[in-house]
């Protein structure tokens, strides 16, 4: 079983050291990867530098950078991938990314790459990068149709990606559809299923209507009712996370990967239920993860 962890570069002290605490609790189950974020219009490129560095640098973890076709141009952003080449950072989460607030229709950037796979086929031209793009088992919502969608996700992979990590979702059979329609397209590469754990439910159902991810309507019964209630809110959205998981394994599942939402509690309680367990190896030092939060 492979794991992999997905945070946010933090905006203040106090975020920080949330973070860090997670990254701490969260290590012990030895990762693929955890990856770091990059914001919607570029904005946060520093901090999510610094961070990946600082996990690649302090931890035994491997850093993954997101990075972006927004608000760069092509040699802008390869001049990135080269100093992440430089410090040893050797994964790539590669996206399109989002126009910046307030801007509806995506438009390149002028002299930049126009999708997530002209990023991928220049970022193999700067270090042979393991890859991980974005997949949409309710496809994206820009999309022409399904079947654009899909195309594009396979001109992503046959231009040097590793595997992809979808878009979160609660209905395991609109994965496992999603999956077998990659099959079918001739994509061999991993379909790694994204899994996003409730904290708040009312900002789940924003992430949703912003990328097109549908919410069953068992899910909002679930949590009908619950607004005061944070300590039942938490069971439940175990609960539903659990069986989700268990789910996915028993149709052959073999690698997840977390938007942990720099919160630990939730993914480490569903990661044991699949059976990881601490390694010491991967424990990092204490000391040393304090030592700037």
Not at 2 to 31: C, H, I, K, Y
Not at 112 to 126: H, I, Q, R, S
Request: with cysteine.
């Amino acid at each position: 079983m492979n794991l992999s962890f997905e945070f946010f570069p933090p905006g203040d002290a106090e975020m920080e050291a949330t973070l860090w605490r997670s990254v701490q609790r969260l290590a012990p189950l030895a990762p693929r990867f955890v990856s770091v974020t990059y914001g919607a219009d570029g904005s946060t490129r520093t901090r999510t530098h610094q961070l990946v560095t600082r996990i690649q640098r302090e931890t035994p973890l491997t850093g993954a950078a997101h990075l972006t076709c927004i608000g760069a141009s092509r040699g802008e952003i390869l001049d990135i991938a080269r100093q992440y080449r430089d410090e040893g950072v050797r994964h790539i989460v590669a996206l399109r990314g989002d126009p910046p607030q307030g801007i509806t229709r995506y438009e390149p950037y002028p002299d930049g790459f126009a999708y997530a796979a002209d990023l991928v086929a220049g970022l193999k031209t700067v270090a042979d990068f393991d890859i991980s793009v974005a997949a949409y088992p309710e496809v994206h919502p820009e999309a022409q149709s399904a079947q654009f969608d899909l195309d594009n996700l396979k001109r992503k992979l046959d231009a040097g990606a590793t595997r992809a990590i979808t878009q979160f979702f609660y209905d395991v059979e609109v994965f496992l559809r999603f999956r077998d329609r990659c099959a079918a397209a001739g994509i061999c590469a991993p379909i790694v299923p994204g899994i996003l754990p409730i904290t708040r439910f009312p900002q789940v159902l924003r992430f949703a209507a912003r990328c097109g991810a549908s919410i069953p309507q068992w899910l909002a019964e679930r949590f009908q009712g619950l607004d005061d209630d944070p300590e039942t809110r938490r069971l439940i959205a175990a609960s539903v996370a659990i069986e989700q998981v268990q789910s996915l394994e028993r149709h052959g599942v073999r690698d997840f990967h977390f938007y942990t939402l720099n919160r630990a509690e939730l993914t480490y309680a569903i990661c044991h239920t699949l059976g990881a367990r601490p390694s010491r190896q991967a424990t990092p030092d204490p000391v040393a993860l304090g030592a700037r939060t």
